[in-house]
């Protein structure tokens, strides 16, 4: 065999070997795996929409499909059916995920990590003469049962110390059927919500009675998790997603005006709000603090809708992170 053969059968061989090795030998790429995750078209998501948007996804090498729903019940549904990797969503949501026997962890705040952050308004009814905390007792407050909102008013009222056998509360899950029947003073007299429609029932003449951004408690967070399945397994993919997301998040900080279109789309903010409607401001790279997880769990436990108190490492992964 001569040297030129000998040569030419080398290069063949390591050839081979080297595609053997890059299709079989290597573990997946995380551009290879495509993260499901669903999505509420609220302020909290947005970051989401300008990864996309911006191409982060792709620049991180990772898929990520972003899933719509209508509803969190919805939403909550499909992860626990398998359809979704992770979802937005909030702690009180994520325990009850959890008893329902899909393992699921926050990896990332959304908002809430500053208490300017993810507003939330107790309001009454234009006419109804209730201006402060005190008036709600003996009245009829709109809310949805066993939902971060709920969790919210009860922290309202011992914040104000109000008894809370002496405020009626109203399950409405429903938020436009509840600020629509606010706004015409129609069965309740005051409701809690979430912006953008505390803002526009304000604008419409809704009096602001409870502010939870200017309280001396921060209470609600909104957050990423991720089923543990999709974490052990996309382990990558989860890292990758995050920075484009955490990315994101910096960039609306920064050129707040760049995306406010894409901002007041997203949040389905009425058209005659947009106008004054702020950009919401994120802070990258936070998760809740030990002492946010125990109060929502604790919260749980005390009405019964989950058997234990799950632990802060059996809610959050912190590496993501790190």
Known sequence: MNFTKTSKMILLLVTTLFLLTACNGEPKSSTEETLKIGLLRIDDSIPFYVAQEEGLFEKYHVQVELVEFKSGKDQSLALESGELDGLMTDMA?????????TEIKTVAMALGAKAEEGRFLVVS??????????????????????TMMD???????????????????????????????????????????????AAYAVMEGANVVID?????????????AVTDQAINDKTTAVENMLKAYFEAMTLINEQPENYRELCLNVANVPQELAQTYPTPTYSPKTIPSEEEVARIVDWLVSRQLIEKNYTYTEMVDDRFVQ
Do not use: C, H, W
């Open 93 to 101: 949501v994520q325990g009850l995920i959890k008893k329902s026997g």
């Open 125 to 146: 009814a234009p006419e109804s003469g209730i201006l402060t905390p005190e008036d709600l007792l003996g009245k009829t407050v709109a809310a949805s049962n066993n």
């Open 151 to 197: 969790y919210l008013l009860e922290q309202f009222e011992r914040i104000y110390q109000l008894p809370a056998e002496n405020i009626n509360q109203a399950n409405i899950p429903d938020l436009m059927l509840r600020t629509t029947m606010l706004l015409e003073g129609k069965d309740i007299d005051a409701a809690i919500l979430p912006d953008p429609l």
């Open 212 to 224: 939870d951004t200017q309280l001396a408690e921060n209470l609600s967070q909104s957050v990423v």
